[in-house]
């Protein structure tokens, strides 16, 4: 896949590096508790004041990862 | 009394009170589609983000030795047509990197073509066959090599719009305010993918759940486009490492610094 997208590549081109963030986030209490792992995008150009405070909004939501339920050991 | 007005926008929760009069785009957050628009309706111009940008260089954390002010925000397209010519004249840079070699390590698998000199059949190849390509059509493309030259709205409505035969074809205008008016009424496209629900198949929570894992997400090569087109990232992109082609024969990719010491 990388020496794919290598192949690609032309002079002039700019990487663009990807960095993804994950956390894990506290929907609701009712009927069980209730959360997701949301993952993040945002890309590595910028300098870190611009792009990691939360205030900028530069990560974008990109998948919702649900959490699994408990296993039966738990429940017994 | 000014009326106050309450703009919420439900895609970043930006819910500041602000008056109808003094309303001001000048908290640093990406201009999204909804902004655009209420700053259309209420003949408003955008601010840029503050600059708030240290240099790397001066940083304790920052371990390369390398001066980060000599990589551009975006590698100046027009500086790429003469990579050819100047082989002679200016060498391309040389990777200096101590802590991470494979970073400007010249990678000698990769033979560079002869026409990759030629920038121009550079963009019409990734164009038409790259998937990865930041821009979908040449106009894109020159409205954010204008926006790199810092050369303003207008001389991108000069240069693009009005010289060549594009689809957009508009009446002269004196400043480049009305341009930039123009150009912000444009419909937006669809920034984000829609969220797609994927299931995994041939994946089980466990013994007690066998039912497939599902999870919600969205076109990640879209996103980063929609990231890095965004016209407060303009004056921030320091960290761009540019594939070069070095002075050997036959003509070898390699790939610049880049600089991951500031990303967290």
Known sequence: MLIDVYSMLRVGDTLVPLIFMSDRTHLSIFRGVKGEWPVYLTIGNPSSNIHQPPSIHS????ALLPIPPRTAIFLR | MLEKNRFCCSEFSCRRRLTSDSWRLKHPKLHHSKH??????????????????????????NTNDDSVQVLDAIPNLDDGEHIADSESKLPPPLPRTR???CAGAPPTDFIAEPLECNIQWCLETN????????????????????????????????????????????????????????VASIPNDQPLSEWELH????????DNHQCPVKHW????????RWLIRQPAYVE?????????????RPLKHFCIEMHTADWW
């Open chain 2, 99 to 101: 802590i991470y070699p």
């Open chain 2, 217 to 224: 997400s969205q076109a990640i090569i879209k996103t980063m």
């Open chain 1, 59 to 62: 990560g974008v939501r990109v």
């Open chain 2, 127 to 182: 164009l038409q066959n790259n998937t990865y390509y930041l821009f979908v059509t040449r106009e894109e493309y020159k409205y954010i090599q204008c926006g790199i030259n810092k050369q303003g709205m207008k001389t991108y409505y000069d240069k693009v719009l009005k010289k060549e035969n594009t689809v957009l074809r508009f009446p002269r205008f004196k400043n480049g305010h009305r341009v930039q008016k123009l």
């Open chain 2, 36 to 61: 655009l628009q209420v700053s259309f309706q209420k003949n408003l111009t955008i601010c840029r983000a503050p600059h708030r940008i240290e240099h790397a260089q001066r940083r304790e954390f």
């Open chain 2, 199 to 206: 299931t995994l198949k041939d994946m089980r929570w466990n």
């Open chain 2, 236 to 248: 921030h992109l320091i960290f761009a490492p540019q594939l070069c082609v070095n002075c050997d």
